[in-house]
Nanobody
Framework: QVQLVESGGGLVQAGGSLRLSCAVS????????MGWFRQAPGKEREFVAS????????YYADSTKGRVTISRDNAKNTVYLQMTSLKPEDTAVYYC?????????????????WGQGTQVTVSP
């Protein structure tokens, strides 16, 4: 069983920054591809960023590219999402997800393991 716990969400003004963390337990974290998704009220869950388990290769959604950075610390079993220049439209619940495999995975259905989510609210 893989467990994911997000933290770091909160209320921030437009233009501000936040760093989200996702602690993973239960399996060999270093062999899992990780992803961040977000879901705003009334909208579908959308891809934000993903990172392979080896090599640290990353992939970003066009909507957040240049403003977010995904990274991982395999020694700490943790994946991070650094977000800068936040906009009100970034307001959503942010989820981290995990799956076995070493590729870029951008669809929610490709991930079997999910955290409970952390709320990010960006005020104008």
């Amino acid at each position: 069983q893989v467990q994911l716990v997000e933290s770091g969400g909160g209320l921030v003004q437009a233009g501000g920054s936040l760093r989200l963390s996702c602690a993973v337990s239960g399996r060999t974290f270093s062999s899992y591809a990780m992803g961040w998704f977000r879901q705003a009220p009334g909208k579908e869950r959308e891809f934000v960023a993903s990172i392979k388990w080896s090599g640290g290769r990353t992939y970003y959604a066009d909507s957040t590219k240049g403003r977010v950075t995904i990274s991982r610390d395999n020694a700490k079993n943790t994946v991070y999402l650094q977000m800068t220049s936040l906009k009100p439209e970034d307001t959503a619940v942010y989820y981290c997800a995990a799956r076995a495999g070493n590729h870029y995975y951008t669809q929610p259905g490709e991930y079997p393991y999910w955290g409970q989510g952390t709320q990010v609210t960006v005020s104008p």
